[in-house]
């Protein structure tokens, strides 16, 4: 089992940043692929970034949904088994809740394919 909790969501106006956290409970967390998926008003659940893990690399493999990239930055710190989304030149479309979520393996677009989430955090950009 592996217990998320998500934070750093917020309030912020249009162009501004964010970097949201996620804290995963178990020691293993260098074994589980990490991602960011978002929930906006009246819409699907929808993928954002993702991270490998990395086995014995010390580089991992990012993706992103074509909508975040060159904006939205993910990272993750084994140490502190902790996954980072750096979210720069924020857009009032970017509003909706994040959530984190975890998955042993390759890592996926999928959301279906996770086993482990948080609870959400909100981020509310305004125009």
């Known amino acids: 089992q592996v217990q998320l909790v998500e934070s750093g969501g917020g309030l912020v106006q249009a162009g501004g940043s964010l970097r949201l956290s996620c804290a995963a409970s178990?020691?293993?967390?260098?074994?589980?692929?990490m991602g960011w998926f978002r929930q906006g008003p009246g819409k699907d659940r929808e993928f954002v970034a993702a991270i490998s893990w990395s086995g014995t690399s010390t580089s991992y493999a990012e993706y992103y949904a074509e909508s975040v990239k060159g904006r939205l930055t993910i990272s993750r710190d084994n140490a502190k088994n902790t996954v980072y989304l750096q979210m720069n030149s924020l857009k009032p479309e970017d509003t909706a809740v994040y959530y984190c979520?975890?998955?042993?393996?390759?890592?996926?677009?999928?959301?279906?394919?996770?086993?482990?989430w948080g609870q959400g955090t909100q981020v509310t950009v305004s125009s």
């Open positions: 979520a975890a998955r042993a393996g390759a890592v996926s677009w999928s959301a279906g394919s996770y086993d482990y």
């Open positions: 178990r020691r293993t967390f260098s074994t589980y692929a």
